[in-house]
């Protein structure tokens, strides 16, 4: 009698340790409430980003716990309008997301005049419904009710669209 009672203590003490959460063991370890979405579209809104900061041609993407550091791969680069600001988007997305805000970010630029410059930050202002973008030494302000929709990717810009039919 003895021997099975120390056993089933036994067998208890290993139940009760094997609730113990695995990122003990594992630092990208993600818990119930924070599972990886599919699509990185659903995962924006829970850092109060718009959905529509990112085309929709979206292959893969991933996510570090440790510091929300993040790579997205897009099926092929693309041209997006938002209104009259042209974006391009590289295959190959990264940076870092907190909360309301997208940072060190590489592979997105933007057109200002006659120049691409990279996009290197996103920010979203509650307190005016806007979201502010940094690229290189340029800083503008959008409307977020701009990037509610996910946009539609193009393979082409505007100008190599005019230059390539126009030959």
Known sequence: MAFSSKLKLVF???HFFSFIPLSLSNPNYLPLNLKKEKDIHELLPKYN???GL??????SYTLSTKDNSFTIELTHHCYVYFKD???????????KLAYGKVFDVHGIQ??????????????VDQNSNMIEFHAGAFTQEL???????????????FQEIEWTSSI
Not at 54 to 59: D, H, M, Q, S, Y
Not at 85 to 95: F, M, P, S, V
Not at 110 to 123: P, Q, R
């Open 85 to 95: 600001q042209l974006a391009y988007y590289d295959t190959h997305i990264r940076g």
């Open 54 to 59: 990112l085309p929709g041609n979206v292959k």
């Open 49 to 51: 980003l718009p959905i």
């Open 143 to 157: 409307p977020a009710e701009d990037f509610q929709t996910i946009p539609v990717c193009q393979e082409k810009g």
């Open 110 to 123: 933007a057109k200002k005049l006659f120049i691409w410059v990279s996009v290197t930050g996103m920010e």
């Open 12 to 14: 208890l003490f290993l």
